[in-house]
């Protein structure tokens, strides 16, 4: 698979001074899925993967570790089983890196869903959570499965502003925020500013109809339901090394830090989707537009200058140059950004430092001459050596495996997202019964939409 990465558009801000515009070429604008939270409602005509999954489990229990595990004959279907499973009747957890799936036993499966996918941060930009999806589903049909319906639970959607430092914007300042949100929080660390939070726990939502007139909706929020999230986003990444080349791909550079990017985050679960109707995931794509439109630009706004709040003028304040930015962002003009080339969730670098000072460790307590670089080495060599010698040869007694290469399938399991070997194509049963997911909007089969 090829390299790639999409961006909407590139915009220059009047309040940026005009060196900075010279050093950036104008703010680079990326968009995309952050997470990802949804159900599949299952019609499984056999119980071979049930089967299988309890074996797996019960092996992990026996173990008391979780165990590498191959559904089919293709790499990416290679994932790592749980002791354990999820609470509301998930009896199995599978995971591959950041993508977790559970799944139940459950016989009221048209009421609850019975397979439950998280795809994580890094999986939803490598390889794309719509190559995930098509993984999943293939993997449920290779199983005498049939997705019957979905819906979802949560979803991140964010805008990363690439040449923007968040330092520039002031956002920090609560006067200039007209927001529905009842909670607002800013983020130092130490003297450096980070970022900023807002969150609505009370009160009404009050989302406009077809017409703009708003409605009422009388549900009750808790913590998380809605959120907005804008933070400096090189910043946040810097300690986790495994994310640098992911995001430098995204962005377009060959550093991660090489310019700043602030990144504006919305974070919505699913009582607030339903309010907009959007119970399954070929809503969330059809009406991603009218939601980021909602978020943006009536439950919360950025504004210029601060609020005259005491006699309530925040109709007539203007919009910063910034934020208009950030209204104008149309989610159907492009694809998402992705990394198209997989890469591995962990970073070689800093794994390398690691062993290699604790093979320095063990040679010194052993004493080896340190005289020169080649004696230094040759002592670290040696306690590798020394150490797969002692360890190599054994074996698990309840598999009969060498003990080192399950440790290896596992931990090539949470490095590698879905793309560590070739996702392939579609076969005709995919076409009946699967997504449909590649250069289109993905969606269910017709007749996998009947109830």
């Known amino acids: 698979m090829q390299d790639q990465h999409v961006k909407n558009q590139t915009v220059t801000f009047d309040f940026l001074s005009e060196s900075q515009d010279r050093l950036t070429g104008g703010v680079e604008i990326s968009k995309g899925f952050d997470r990802l939270k949804f159900g599949f409602y299952v019609d499984f005509?056999?119980?071979?993967?049930?089967?299988?999954?309890?074996?797996?489990?019960?092996?992990?229990?026996?173990?008391?570790?979780?165990?590498?595990?191959?559904?089919?004959?293709?790499?990416?279907?290679?994932?790592?089983?749980?002791?354990?499973?999820?609470?509301?009747?998930?009896?199995?957890?599978?995971?591959?890196?950041?993508?977790?799936?559970?799944?139940?036993?459950?016989?009221?499966?048209?009421?609850?869903?019975?397979?439950?996918?998280?795809?994580?941060?890094?999986?939803?930009?490598?390889?794309?959570?719509?190559?995930?999806?098509?993984?999943?589903?293939?993997?449920?049909?290779?199983?005498?499965?049939?997705?019957?319906?979905?819906?979802?639970?949560?979803?991140?959607?964010?805008?990363?502003?690439?040449?923007?430092?968040?330092?520039?914007?002031?956002?920090?300042?609560?006067?200039?925020?007209?927001?529905?949100?009842?909670?607002?929080?800013t983020y130092y660390d130490c003297n450096k500013f980070s970022g900023i939070s807002l969150a609505q726990t009370e009160g009404e939502l009050d989302i406009p109809d077809n017409e703009g007139n708003f409605i009422e909706t009388g549900i009750v929020l808790g913590q998380g339901d809605i959120m907005l999230r804008i933070y400096d986003k090189v910043f946040e990444i810097k300690r986790n090394k495994s994310k640098h080349s992911l995001f430098a791909s995204v962005w377009g550079k060959e550093e991660y830090d090489e310019q700043p990017v602030t990144r504006v985050e919305y974070q919505l679960r699913k009582k607030v989707l339903k309010q907009f109707r959007i119970r399954t995931l070929e809503d969330l794509y059809s009406k991603i537009n009218s939601v980021w439109q909602y978020c943006t630009c009536h439950w919360s706004r950025y504004c210029s200058s601060p609020i005259d709040s005491i006699n309530r003028h925040q109709d007539r304040a203007e919009v910063h140059e910034f934020w208009q930015a950030v209204q104008n962002l149309d989610w159907n003009s492009q694809s998402p950004a992705i990394r198209q080339k997989t890469i591995p969730q962990k970073d070689e670098h800093s794994l390398a430092d690691q062993m290699v000072g604790c093979a320095i460790n063990i040679a010194a307590i052993n004493r080896y001459p340190a005289d020169t670089v080649d004696n230094i080495r040759g002592a670290v060599h040696f306690a590798i050596e020394e150490w797969f010698r002692r360890k190599g040869g054994e074996t698990n007694k309840k598999t009969g495996r060498p003990i080192l290469l399950e440790k290896m399938e596992k931990t090539t399991n949470e490095v590698w997202p879905y793309g560590y070997g070739e996702v392939h194509g579609y076969t005709q049963r995919d076409i009946e019964y699967g997504f449909l997911a590649e250069g289109k909007e993905i969606h269910l089969h017709q007749r996998s939409m009947e109830n």
């Open 45 to 185: 005509k056999s119980e071979r993967l049930f089967d299988i999954l309890s074996y797996a489990k019960k092996e992990a229990q026996e173990n008391r570790s979780e165990i590498p595990l191959q559904l089919t004959m293709d790499p990416d279907d290679c994932y790592n089983c749980h002791t354990n499973g999820k609470a509301g009747g998930f009896n199995f957890r599978l995971t591959r890196a950041d993508l977790s799936i559970f799944v139940s036993t459950r016989a009221n499966w048209m009421e609850t869903p019975n397979v439950y996918v998280d795809i994580g941060s890094a999986s939803c930009w490598s390889p794309g959570y719509k190559k995930v999806i098509n993984q999943i589903s293939k993997l449920i049909n290779y199983y005498d499965g049939r997705i019957v319906k979905n819906s979802v639970s949560e979803v991140h959607f964010c805008s990363d502003f690439i040449g923007l430092d968040i330092d520039r914007l002031g956002i920090q300042r609560r006067d200039r925020w007209v927001m529905r949100a009842n909670k607002f929080n």
